[in-house]
């Protein structure tokens, strides 16, 4: 399985403010998601990003307010962007093994807490 | 209607005892069935992955799927209380290989 990390793991942010969030991976990957896992809920797929393309986005979330960037093929960013309370959760990447047979495996997540 | 339906608990059982954890779904297009583990802030952690109906185990854990009545199941023998966490279900189809679809997550405590 892939060694995924998350930086930061949790912050405190200001209504009004953006935050970039980094995924690292230890290999090479084709594919990686963001998800978002609000308090007491499940996991909600935000985006996925493919290396050398534009990140395609789940019906109820827009790239002006959560700009991916996916520079090579063990690297992405989220930016949640213009934050209210409403986008307090935890953001989670995750990676599709290169195996062939479509495991997915998630990084720590990024704690996110707006006031 | 949610396509997969989880119980959320939360469940709680002795040490030693056989816990049963349940999700249906609506969608008969799922084909790829797996169930995470996440312990409290920490990011999930795959624990088993099928494909179609039928039983897997490794270990202390079987992962069941009875396609014919959309509902999945994943049984722990002698639980321990490191297996304390929150179970999540999962699944896709075929035709959206990398799409999953999360239950809400079962938070399961065993007892010492």
């Known amino acids: 399985s892939a060694v995924i990390s998350q930086k930061p793991s949790r912050d405190i942010c200001q209504r009004g403010t953006s935050l970039t969030i980094q995924c690292q991976v230890d290999?090479?990957?084709?594919?990686m998601f963001w998800y978002r896992q609000q308090p007491g809920q499940s996991l909600t797929l935000i985006a996925t990003?493919?290396?050398?393309?534009?990140?395609?986005?789940e019906s109820g979330f827009v790239i002006d307010k959560f700009p991916i960037s996916r520079p090579n093929l063990t690297f992405s960013t989220l930016t949640v962007s213009n934050m209210s309370p409403e986008d307090s959760s935890i953001y989670l990447c995750?990676?599709?093994?290169?195996?062939?047979?479509?495991?997915?495996?998630f990084g720590p997540g990024t704690r996110l807490t707006v006031l | 209607q949610k396509e997969v339906e989880q119980d959320p608990g939360p469940l709680s059982v002795p040490e030693g005892a056989i816990v049963s954890l349940n999700c249906t779904y609506s969608?008969?297009?799922?084909?790829?069935f797996m169930w995470y583990r996440q312990y409290s802030r920490k990011g999930p952690e795959l624990l088993m992955y099928?494909?179609?109906?039928g039983n897997k185990e490794d270990g202390r854990f079987t992962a069941q799927v009875d396609k014919s009545s959309k509902y999945i199941s994943l049984f722990i023998r002698d639980s321990q209380p490191s297996d304390s966490a929150t179970y999540l279900c999962?699944?896709?189809?075929?035709?959206?290989?990398?799409?999953?679809?999360f239950g809400s997550g079962t938070r399961l405590s065993i007892r010492p």
């Open positions: 099928t494909y179609s109906s």
């Open positions: 990003a493919n290396q050398g393309s534009e990140a395609t986005y």
């Open positions: 999962a699944m896709k189809r075929v035709s959206s290989a990398s799409k999953i679809i």
């Open positions: 995750s990676v599709e093994a290169e195996t062939g047979n479509n495991e997915q495996f």
């Open positions: 290999s090479q990957v084709t594919m």
């Open positions: 969608n008969s297009a799922f084909q790829y």
